[in-house]
Every structure is written in C-alpha cells, then in structure tokens.
C-alpha cells in the first residue's frame, strides 16, 4: 500500500501537550483584551496555535537524547563544535557565529558590513531583517519579481530576484554603496516562496561582476531546497543536501534563524567564508550576544541545533512539512476562501483584501481578520499586511500590495485534525465577511509596531 489519502506523518508521537478550547464567550473576551492583536493573547487562551512556525517546533528525541550532553563551558563547548560541523558540512560556510535567535544574526551582519547611505537590495523584506539594515544606516530596496506581489499568480518561484530591477539599482547607485544582496530562501512574507537554483546562479553572476557580496538569509533554507527538488527541472534525482550545498555555493554567508529549519525552540547563527568579516563578527558577538563559542545560547541548544540541521535535511521530513501545509492550502481553496498560490512551504495565506473589500487598507483589513478567525475558532494566526509593513521614513503607513493573514504551520506539532478544525473556522469567518468592519490603533510603538500594538473596531 502506497497510496495515501494525504502523506501520512513520518513520525509518531512520545509526549503529549494537553489543550483546552475556550468557549466563544472566552475568545471575544480574550480578544478584546488583547487589543485585537494576536500577539497580546495569553497562550492559555488558544486552541491551535498557528501564530508562527518559529521556535514552536516539536524536537525529536534525537534532539532531546541531545540536549543532555550540553557541554556547559564558558569557552570552547564542544556542542558549539558540532554546530560548526554541521554548518560547514551541510551549508558549507567555513565561519559560524552562534547567535540566540536570527535577528542577533542580523544585528551583527548589518553593523559589520553596512555604512549610513548605503542601499541593501533583497527579494522583498523581512520585519526584522529591514529594521536591522535601517538602524545600521541602510536603505533597504525590493528587487523580487512582479509576480510575488500578485498573490493570484502561480509563478513556481515567486521568490526570484528581477535581474532587470537589480541591475537597474546598481546602476543607478552604484555597486560601492551596495555592502550585499539580501537572498531569503524561502520568501516569508510572499506567502513562503521559493527561489530557483537558475536565479541564485544568475544573481551570483550578476553581483560578482561589481564585487558585490550574496548573503543568504537561510531561515527556511531547506524548504527551499525541497521545492527546488519538485518543481525545478534537472533537480527531481537530487537530495537535499546536494540541493542545499549548491544554493550556498552562490553566496558569501547566512543568517539563520534556527527557530525554523533548524528544528529548534531558540537559537541562530550567523555564518561566512571571509576570515576578515568572520574576525570582525567575533568582535561584535561579544558584545551583543556572548562568547564566539556560545553567542547566547546554552551548549544544549547548540547540540540541538546542530542536530536539526540534519533533520530538517531528511527528504521525508521535508515532503511530509510541505504536504501538511498544502492540504490545508487545498481544503480553503476547495471552499472557495482566496488565498495566496501556490502555497508556500511553512505558512497558508489569506487574501484579506477579498474578504473584506468593503474595509480600506488603512483601516487593518488583516489584522481584523485574523481576530475574526480567533473569535470563531480559538485558532491564531499573524497579520502580515499594513501594520507589519510600518511607517517609512516620512512617518506615513507603507501601503504593501499584500494584505495579508498568515496561518503558520509548526514543525511535527499539530495533526490533519488538527488542520481541519482551521478550515472550519476560517469558512466560518468566509461567511460572516459582509458584518466586519475595521480598526483603528489605540497604541502604536516606534519600531516593529505588529508586535505591541493595540486596535479598537470603528463602530
Ligand atoms: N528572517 C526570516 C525570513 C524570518 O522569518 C525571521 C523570523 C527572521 C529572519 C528572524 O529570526 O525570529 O529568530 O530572530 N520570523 C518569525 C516569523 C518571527 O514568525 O516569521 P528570529
């Protein structure tokens, strides 16, 4: 028998976290105090809790067989050993940099590679990445392909770069004051979607020509590369490991985030192959993070660490993640609910602009809707439009053509059950689209505004 409904878990579970449902009468309540920010809710208050796929993985018990040798010297751990090995064997960057989570990666790569004034080109942005390029003096501009702005569009790799619109910039600014390309594998806030090997490789082409540097931003690297597997020709025989290798070979380091693809709850890196920048990275880890051997994070974590990394490289891990995805992908399609194509490796996004026409941009459409799916359901999910995009440097809202609400899907934690229960509340909230109305903020912070902020409904 090897045909299956939908690809059956490629695990069983040892351990289990009970949840509690909270009544409808509980959700309105939890949502209101909360701001109407999903953010602010207490975790007691949520049944399936598709927030996000970071750092909310379950480990394997491979994983925590590990975290019992945590080596938990000072200096020179050998769990920090394994996690260069592991980076350098299946990454194949010969500098590692431990960092508590990804965005101590960025911190520490903006401020060693970037002066006030200079242009940082990526294929779109990412929250924390953007906000870290900014306070290091940056300018950050988008360079991915029109299609990833169109969330109807079914480009099998709407995480390209246009080569067009980075040799424009480079043209117009001039490759001094470009430190690096920003390359996220897989795109996050496009709905998690892939770049091609095809367009790595014309990328590193294009930038070598100006001496510019490819850093990657790894968080959801092999994601990335199981997508390359399927969809890219030439690539369907290879593994994932080789697929992996090769991406990297057409850049000069990474951040990583390993609360995603490294399987983890905590952790992160930063990694390169220039010993100069790598010196310089020492320099600052120390300061903002810890020891170059530990950079915030325990010695258990970074053998945990170093052990997903290997996992999340299993081929029948991968197919497994991106099916589950998928099927809750295809169940809203099938019920007619518009959401971003194709589906993405780590998330499913919702088109709020098509659920609520009727509630101008400037008025949260996304944000009021993951509420709304919270209220029916107890399920949580993100906002990733208007409010995650912030103010520019004018002080006025960024309008990204993306209205969005992300339903994130966590690493081996939740069941097809699971999954249907979100189906039903995201129908539910399909049908009661016409009642909705927007929001205004009662309280919004400076920077990275999505997280704190607190709305009221415009009655
Ligand atoms: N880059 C990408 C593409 C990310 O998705 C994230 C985090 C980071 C960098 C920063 O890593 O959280 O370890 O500091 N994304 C989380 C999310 C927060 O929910 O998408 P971090």
Known sequence: MDSYKYRPEPYRIKMVEPLVIPTRAQREEAIKRAGYNTFLLSSEDVYIDLLTDSGTNAMS??????????????????????????VRDLYGFKYVVPTHQGRGAENILS?????????????????????????????????????????????????NVDLNKLQALIDEVGPER???????????????????????????????????????????????????????????????????????????????????DG???????????????????????VVYEGMPSYGGMAGRDMEG??????????????AHRLDQVKYLGDRLIEAGIPVV?????????????????????????????????????????????????????HGNNRHPKLELVRLTIPRRVYTYA???????????????????KGLRFVYEPPVLRFFTSRFEPIE
């Open 61 to 86: 018990d491979n994983q925590w067989a590990g975290l019992m040798l945590g080596d938990e010297a000072y200096a020179g751990s050998k769990n920090f050993k394994h996690l260069e090995e592991a």
């Open 111 to 159: 401020k060693i590679m970037i002066k006030p004034g200079d242009i940082v080109p990526g294929n779109m942005y990412f929250t924390t990445t953007r906000a870290h390029q900014e306070l290091a003096g940056a300018t950050f501009r988008d360079v991915i392909v029109d299609e990833a702005h169109d969330p109807d569009n079914e480009h099998p790799f709407k995480g």
């Open 178 to 260: 470009i430190p690096y390309v920003c390359m996220a594998v897989t795109v996050n806030m496009a709905g998690g979607q892939p770049v091609s090997m095809e367009n790595l490789r014309a990328v590193r082409e294009l930038t070598s020509r100006y001496g510019i540097k490819v850093m990657f931003d790894a968080t959801r690297c092999a994601e990335n590369a199981c997508f390359i597997k399927h969809r890219e020709p030439g690539y369907k025989d290879k593994g994932i490991r080789e697929i992996l290798r090769e991406m990297f070979s057409y850049g000069d380091g990474c951040t990583m985030s390993g609360k995603k």
């Open 263 to 285: 399987i983890v709850n905590i952790g992160g890196f930063l990694a390169m192959n220039d010993h100069e920048l790598y010196q310089k990275a020492t320099a600052l880890v």
């Open 305 to 318: 660490l170093a052990r997903g990394l290997y996992e999340a490289a299993d081929y029948g891990y991968l």
């Open 341 to 393: 194509r194709p589906i993405g490796g780590h998330a499913v996004f919702l088109n709020a602009r098509k659920f609520y026409p009727h509630i101008p941009q400037d008025q949260f459409p996304a944000q009021m809707l993951a509420a709304q799916i919270y209220i029916e359901s107890g399920v949580r999910s993100m906002e990733r439009g208007i409010v995650s995009a912030g103010r520019d440097e």
């Open 418 to 436: 699971h999954l249907d229960v979100v189906v039903d509340g995201v129908k539910a909230a399909w049908e009661n689209r016409n009642n909705v």
